[in-house]
Every structure is written in C-alpha cells, then in structure tokens.
C-alpha cells in the first residue's frame, strides 16, 4: 500500500478518555499534515510537522491536543480529555519531500483514509 | 471574508453536460490552487493543480486560473454520475510549503 496510512479508521472514546490518532505518510513523503473536518464544515488545517519538528501548529487548539512526528514511527495526533465537540473525522495529508520530485510536486498534499472520531 | 470561498451549490447537471465549479480567494500573495474530490464518507482526492494563469487540462478537467481576479474554477466536460461529489477548493497562501485552506466545498449531483 504506497498511500497514506491511518488508524484507526473508527475510534469511540468517553468523555474525558484520550484519543490517539495515527499517519503513516506515502514512501518518499517527509511532510505530514493533520486536517480536521465538522459534520456539515470544511477542511480546518491544525498541524504541519515534518520528522522531529513541528513547523506550524497554528491550527492547533490551545489545550488538549498535540502532535508528534517522531524519527522512526508514524505521526501521532493526541487529544487528551475527550470531549463531544471533538468529534469529527480527521484527515492526514502528505507531501514530497521538496524538489524530490520536482518542485511543483513538493506543494501537492495527498489525504489519508481519515479517523472518525466520536466521542460518546 | 473567508479566505475561500465556493459557490454554494449545490449544483445539478445531466450527464453529458459541463459541469462549472468556481471558487475565489483572498489573499493576492497565493501562489499554489488545487482541487479535491470527496465522496460522501469518504477522504479528499487530489485531481488537479495549478501554479500559472491560464488553463490546465487533464482529461475531462479542466482547471483555470486567474491571479488578478483571484478567482479559480474547475469544469468538468462530459459529466458522469460517477462525479457526483463534492468538490473542494483549496488554496496554498504562500511560495513555500504548507497549509492549505478549503472552501467549504460545492456539492455536484449528474443525473442519468
């Protein structure tokens, strides 16, 4: 499978539980992004990480979340104390490593199957 | 103002038909536009780029651009009801890599 990989595909959690959501970018992608999407709204960016550094989390809510790309391993996306509002369907997106593939190719973000979240 | 912004649809074509999908956006400093399919249930699919003025075609897409109207659209010839989607417009603001900001999205319906 040469796509973006998460798991789980469906995850439930209780109030107040952590979630911990995971992306494996395509072979040759070194730049991971995590999308959340609302019933009903768009695509909101949250995280830019590339291995070991985040690069923009200006998406990111305040409190509760955070993200990691470690060296080896996939991405994580953690939301601590779950609440209902969290519920959504979160989507990582990758793209090539720049001028890898040529430089135009490096801008282009590939989507994951996507976590539904609910939050019961 | 919304930095994307998508007509709201939801728009219905027969089969055979063109389909016309516009979007605007903000910010004159944008430099990189990109469309994505999503199915119902399912993830955004990238089918088409563009960097340049002009026009870009692949197949049955045909994407346009227009940077001094900040406006770019997406037509779709000979529409199948397999394109019955929702399609996504979304914007790189910068010259580097990074996040990208959608549109809420026009819901497309091609009728047999």
């Known amino acids: 499978n040469a796509g973006v990989m998460q798991n789980p595909r469906h995850l439930v959690r209780r109030r107040g539980q952590e979630a911990r959501l995971r992306c494996s970018p395509m072979k040759g992608h070194s730049h991971v992004y995590w999308y959340r999407q609302l019933p009903e709204e768009g695509l909101k960016f949250m995280v830019y990480?590339?291995?070991?550094?985040?690069?923009?989390e200006s998406g990111m809510p305040k409190e509760r979340f955070s993200a990691e790309f470690p060296k080896e391993g996939p991405s994580i996306l953690r939301i601590q104390q779950v609440v209902r509002g969290d519920s959504a369907a979160y989507f990582c997106?990758?793209?090539?490593?720049?001028?890898?593939?040529?430089?135009?190719?490096?801008?282009?973000?590939?989507f994951g199957p996507g976590t539904r979240l609910t939050v019961t | 103002q919304k930095e994307v912004e998508q007509n709201s649809g939801p728009l219905s074509v027969p089969e055979g038909a063109i389909a016309s999908l516009n979007c605007t956006y903000s910010?004159?400093?944008?430099?990189?536009f990109f469309w994505y399919r999503q199915y119902s249930g399912k993830s955004p699919e990238l089918i088409m780029s563009i960097y340049s003025n002009g026009d870009k075609e692949d197949g049955r897409f045909t994407a346009q651009l227009n940077k001094a109207s900040q406006y770019v659209s997406l037509l779709i010839r000979d529409s199948q009801p397999s394109d019955s989607a929702t399609y996504l417009c979304a914007v790189n603001r910068g010259s580097t890599l990074g996040r990208l900001y959608f549109g809420r999205g026009t819901q497309l319906t091609v009728w047999p």
């Open positions: 990480l590339q291995k070991e550094n985040i690069i923009d």
């Open positions: 910010d004159r400093g944008s430099q990189s």
């Open positions: 997106a990758s793209s090539p490593t720049y001028g890898g593939t040529g430089v135009r190719a490096s801008y282009e973000q590939y």
